[in-house]
């Protein structure tokens, strides 16, 4: 089956700092990647929709300039956490669809983020 | 933004019963997914169910989709302590945006 792969799989980091977070489809061109950011015993929440080459489409809500999203290739998407603060500590999923599968998304395993 | 609700919530129950958890959403779908996750860990696809089909069966899950109440509801028999878990559904939203929704969740205890 398709396989999404996501780097680091924990990270922990100083307030203030930027954390890069990768996710990578193995096996599949992905022409959208989604990323979305969990809280404990909470659901998922969309926080933006990538395609590759174009700028990322964010959700109500989601700061563009903090939370920056790259799709430069059909198989790699990369998420930066800019001047982490200890409330953007959260578990960050990216997924990732291509159209011949029939839209069927597949999820990397998730990134924790702590920030100290 | 989410666009579903699942109820319950939570859902305790002895090992070997039968679990249901219901999922609504608000607007058109292209297809509605499940999805299980254990605490701390990544999500593990289940069933897709396409807008044109009313039941699929995997294993010892069955899913029925409803598009006209705009609702699904995942069976689980004969349940298993390793089912405990927390089960979303997810609906591939017919929007230019093209994206997936997930609703609340339920967390299922199943109790040996």
């Known amino acids: 089956g398709a396989v999404v792969s996501q780097h680091p799989s924990w990270v922990i980091c100083k307030s203030g700092t930027s954390v890069k977070i990768e996710c990578r489809s193995l096996?599949?061109?992905?022409?959208?990647m989604f990323w979305y950011r969990q809280f404990p015993k909470q659901s998922l929440m969309l926080m933006a929709t990538?395609?590759?080459?174009?700028?990322?489409?964010?959700e109500q809500g989601v700061e563009k300039d903090k939370f920056l999203i790259n799709h430069a290739s059909l198989t790699l998407s990369t998420l930066t956490v800019t001047s982490a603060h200890p409330e953007d500590s959260s578990f960050y999923i990216c997924?990732?669809?291509?159209?011949?599968?029939?839209?069927?998304?597949?999820f990397g395993p998730g990134t924790r983020l702590t920030v100290l | 933004s989410q666009q579903g609700e699942e109820d319950p919530q939570a859902l305790s129950i002895q090992e070997g019963e039968n679990a249901t958890m219901n999922c609504s959403y608000k607007t058109s779908i292209n297809n509605l997914q499940w999805y299980r996750q254990n605490s701390g860990r990544g999500l593990v696809h289940l069933i897709l169910i396409r807008s044109n089909e009313r039941e699929k069966h995997s294993g010892r899950l069955r899913v029925t989709l409803d598009t006209s109440k705009k609702s699904s509801s995942l069976l689980i028999t004969a349940s298993r302590a390793a089912d405990t878990a927390s089960y979303f559904c997810a609906t591939h939203m017919k929007t230019s945006y093209d994206k997936v929704i997930f609703g609340p969740g339920t967390s299922l205890s199943v109790i040996p």
């Open positions: 096996d599949f061109q992905a022409t959208t």
């Open positions: 990538s395609n590759e080459g174009s700028k990322a489409t964010y």
């Open positions: 997924s990732a669809r291509t159209d011949w599968v029939g839209n069927e998304q597949f």
